[in-house]
């Protein structure tokens, strides 16, 4: 038998070892021969960190999988089965940036939400389109599968703008949510099944079962019971939620929501540790350059627990399950970004949604949802118009398109405030923005 070739682009991250651990406990069902890391000449010292902690990994657990680490990205698609993206354009100064920038006017600075979100999504959506040319030419049967944020509108942007159909978006916000739900009811997540659907990073649980039993007003209470919800992630504050609020919506929202249904709440927090302790990105670079450090001792042959103090924690439990379903056909249930194909009603068919999925050898099938319930159907329509018009600022490098897309998202109170953020934006990211900087062609 040949061995499945995994090629890794963004190798050089931090949470590779995450893969590496799954792919090591998974290799009887699912024979890796290959894993290639991939990484840009600014990343060569953290892909040798990182690529010498996987060889140790997979020699302690004497698994025959190869690892190789390249620069080059060509080279290394040859012939894949499954390429897996976990990039960062600008790495986290570029974050710091969209988180930090937004503040001063008052508008949330995420990493996924309202500006923040809209710029990682023009640096990011170019470079993955190019991965896709590639892919068509290299190894045009594998499968993408994508983790690099913001994960829906990557997914978005694949499926309108790329040849590739076989693309999957992925993200460990529902996998979360199934672990903090479990924890409350104090069983194992593996009795525990939610129907999610929505958007990345604006999914909804509509209805909770344990053991196939629905239990979906027993959740809303134990997570509007407290001063704290319990199901969140450890980056996103917990502010608990408004039990009213939640008791009439009726379905469980994700952590993201909060910045949302608490947007005055989520500024002053965010303001508040801007000034403690720094954006996120700011923390994160210090837990980074902790791990790297933890990374690079010979006498480390395992994922270190540090790692989960990253907000992507389980991530790449997400991907070797997805991989190895496909991979074994095993039509098993998960919730990922796919083609929508009339799975929510109301949402284009070829417009990319976070829902439950049949997961088979010819891909993520997903399950009919129907209507969302009306009270959350408005504002995932509004993102999904948003990250429509976000994905074609981000192909055309058109500045008045880019203006639309930041205006119409809800996190932005006015269309001059919208204005002033993206000029100072695209200022603070040229080097990373190169189609919205060309010269005017003239045919
Ligand atoms: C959550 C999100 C991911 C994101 C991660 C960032 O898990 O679902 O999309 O990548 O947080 O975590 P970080 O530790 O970088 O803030």
Known sequence: MKGIKIVTIGGGSSYTPELVEGLIKRYDELPVRELWMVDIPEGKEKLNIVGNLAKRMVKKAGVPIE???????????????????????????????????????????????????????????????????????LCPDAWL???????????????????????????????????????????????????????????????????????TDRVIDLITSGEKSNVTMSKIVDLGWEPDFIKGLGVL??????????????????????????????????????????????????????LEKRGGAYYSDAACNLINS??????????????????????????????????????PVPISVGELPVA???????????ERVACKAAVTGDYRTALVAMTINPLLPSDTIAKQILDEMLEAHKPYLPQFFQEAQFS
């Open 67 to 137: 690892i190789h680490l390249t620069l080059d990205r060509r080279e290394a698609l040859r012939g894949a089965d499954f390429v897996t993206t976990q990039l960062r354009v600008g790495l986290l100064d570029a974050r710091a940036l969209d988180e930090r920038i937004p503040l001063k006017y008052g508008v949330i600075g995420q990493e996924t939400n309202g500006p923040g979100g809209l710029f990682k999504a023009l640096r990011t959506i170019p470079v993955i389109l190019d991965i896709c040319k590639d892919m068509e030419e």
């Open 326 to 363: 496909i991979y074994n056909d095993k039509r098993d249930i998960q919730p990922v970004n796919v083609r929508n194909n009339g799975a929510i009603v109301g949402i284009p068919d070829d417009s990319a949604v976070e829902v439950n999925c049949v997961i088979t050898k010819e891909g």
């Open 145 to 215: 599968i994508n983790f690099s944020n913001p994960a829906g509108m990557v997914t978005e942007a694949i499926l309108r703008y790329s040849n590739i159909k076989k693309a999957v978006g992925l993200c460990n916000v529902p996998i979360g949510m199934r672990m903090g739900v479990a924890k409350l009811l104090d069983v194992s997540p593996d009795r525990v099944h939610i129907d999610f659907a929505g958007l990345n990073h604006m999914v909804f649980g509509l209805d909770v079962y344990l053991d196939g039993e629905k239990v």
């Open 253 to 306: 929202p994700c952590p993201y929501h909060r910045y949302y249904f608490q947007t005055q709440k989520m500024l002053e927090e965010e303001l508040a540790a801007a000034k403690e302790k720094g954006t996120r990105a700011e923390v994160v670079k210090k837990l980074e350059a902790e791990l790297f450090e933890l990374y690079k001792d010979p006498n480390l042959a395992v994922k270190p627990p540090q």
């Open 376 to 386: 959350v159907n408005g504002l995932v329509q509004q993102i999904k118009s948003f």
